[in-house]
């Protein structure tokens, strides 16, 4: 429960001020964002947890504090404003002003925008989900024949680009013209991405260089937040337009999310339920093909959570069964 004290003050400050704010009104809006990023974030908690288990206490420290700001100010506020900057050819700074002078245009911005992001994260996360699947050193299965198989195709040099691109034409196949150059570019930049990261992780994470290890693992948890973020954020603009509300009520489900990470994390949680990451990684892999449906079409956000966090329940009965035969 200790891992929850800051959170739950954090709740009570922020939901203060969002009423201060905008009243009752206000205050609902900002607890729907709350749960409307705990509901994407859940899976990427259990996810971190994979990761940090691994690292030292230090860097642990290091991705719940520093990470921490970097999710808030890079994600939550930075990044919708670099959007609209793009989008709409204006200098950031006006972006800014925008945000808090017409809000409504700053959301249809955002809006606009939409389908080339959930190309471009759709892709990365893709490629995440598929790398674990893919995997041949894997021995644990879930789902046993359907994994056995996966795992066997990473044989395969480069497989999961190979999947990844046959999916990104086949969509690009189906959108309209006028859109398909926008999301082929971005859908081969999240490839590409995740790539960059990936090598960039394999180098830093050289045998015998403790603290290049900690910063390969510190790199890619912060970019796979970042991804999570992507449709947390467009999915604020789709319940609000206040950048205020957007910014307490997402900020409050991320330290609700990083203190999840760390009870995972210090509790063995992982070690007991052995299927639970493979339901946060097959929900990481529901998100990505939702992501990528919504180049076409809108999918509400309640369905993209609780299919997360339906996945991830299948994986803790699967795992309560495992301890029990």
Avoid at 28 to 48: H, K, M, P, Q, R
Avoid at 170 to 198: F, K, N, R, T, W
């Amino acid at each position: 429960m200790r891992h929850f004290i800051f959170p739950l003050l954090a709740a009570v400050i922020g939901l203060s001020l969002a009423t201060y704010w905008a009243g009752i009104e206000g205050l609902i809006t900002a607890l729907l964002l709350i749960a409307l990023e705990i509901g994407f974030s859940f899976d990427n908690a259990v996810v971190n947890a994979t990761v940090l288990q691994h690292m030292d206490k230090k860097w642990q420290q290091r991705f719940l504090t520093w990470g921490m700001l970097i999710c808030v100010f890079g994600m939550y506020y930075l990044f919708p404003l670099l959007i609209v900057s793009l989008a709409s050819g204006m200098p950031i700074y006006e972006a800014a002003q925008l945000a808090f002078t017409n809000q409504q245009a700053y959301g249809e911005h955002i809006t606009a925008a939409h389908p080339a992001i959930s190309a471009f994260g759709g892709m990365f996360l893709l490629m995440v989900f598929l790398r674990f699947v893919c995997d041949e050193a894997k021995t644990i299965h879930w789902i046993g024949p359907l994994e056995q198989k996966l795992a066997q195709l990473g044989r395969l040099e480069s497989i999961e680009v190979a999947l990844a691109l046959v999916l990104l034409l086949a969509l690009h196949a189906l959108l309209p013209e006028m859109q398909q150059a926008s999301i082929l570019v971005a859908g081969v930049s999240g490839i590409a991405l995740y790539l960059v990261v990936h090598a960039a992780c394999t180098w830093l994470a050289a045998p015998g260089a403790a603290a290049l290890t900690g910063m390969a693992a510190f790199i890619y948890l912060q970019v796979l937040d970042a991804s999570f973020s992507l449709d947390a954020v467009i999915g604020a603009f789709a319940l609000s337009t206040d950048l205020v509300l957007i910014l307490i009520g997402l900020t409050i489900g991320a330290f609700f999310v990083r203190a999840l990470t760390l009870h995972l994390v210090q509790h063995g949680t992982l070690n007991r339920y052995i299927y639970l990451e493979h339901g946060a990684y097959y929900a990481i892999g529901a998100l990505a093909l939702i992501m990528l449906a919504q180049t076409r079409v809108h999918v509400p956000e309640a369905v993209t959570g609780l299919i997360g966090l339906g996945l991830i329940g299948l994986a803790f009965i699967s795992s309560l069964r495992r301890r029990k035969s």
